[in-house]
């Protein structure tokens, strides 16, 4: 999945994660939906395609995936049941995490030569 992502993918997730913490209701929830928005924002911010918006969400599906939501395609088309904020800054972190963590193993295991 690393060549399948984007240059502007951790950027386009830090502002989204910004843009869900300060867009929390009084109670600390939000929409699965508005996440979504909030990536879609980033990426008009940013000024990149719309592709790259669409491959950092299936970075932030699979994250989501692997920290155990049996559906993230749906949660983040959801605009009427609310999740806890730190559920959706969780998914939104642990994808950055990912994204630094396959940028440090591809550097550390790039092979030297022909780039095969």
Same mark, same amino acid.
């Given at each position: 999945m690393t060549?399948?992502?984007p240059a502007s993918t951790s950027e386009i997730l830090q502002r989204t994660l910004d843009t869900v913490r300060i867009r929390a209701n009084s109670n600390g929830e939000c929409f699965g939906g508005e996440?979504?928005?909030a990536l879609?924002?980033?990426g008009l911010a940013l000024g990149v395609d719309r592709l790259e918006v669409l491959l950092t969400r299936t970075v932030l599906t699979r994250t989501m995936e692997s920290l155990g939501e049996n559906y993230p395609a749906e +949660?983040?088309?959801d605009y009427e049941n609310r999740m806890p +904020?730190?559920?959706a800054l969780r998914y939104l972190s642990a994808a950055i995490l990912w994204l630094r963590k396959s940028k440090t193993s591809e550097l550390g295991s790039a092979p030297s030569g022909s780039g095969g």
């Open positions: 060549n399948m992502v996440i979504a928005d879609r924002e980033a +949660v983040l088309q +904020v730190s559920k």
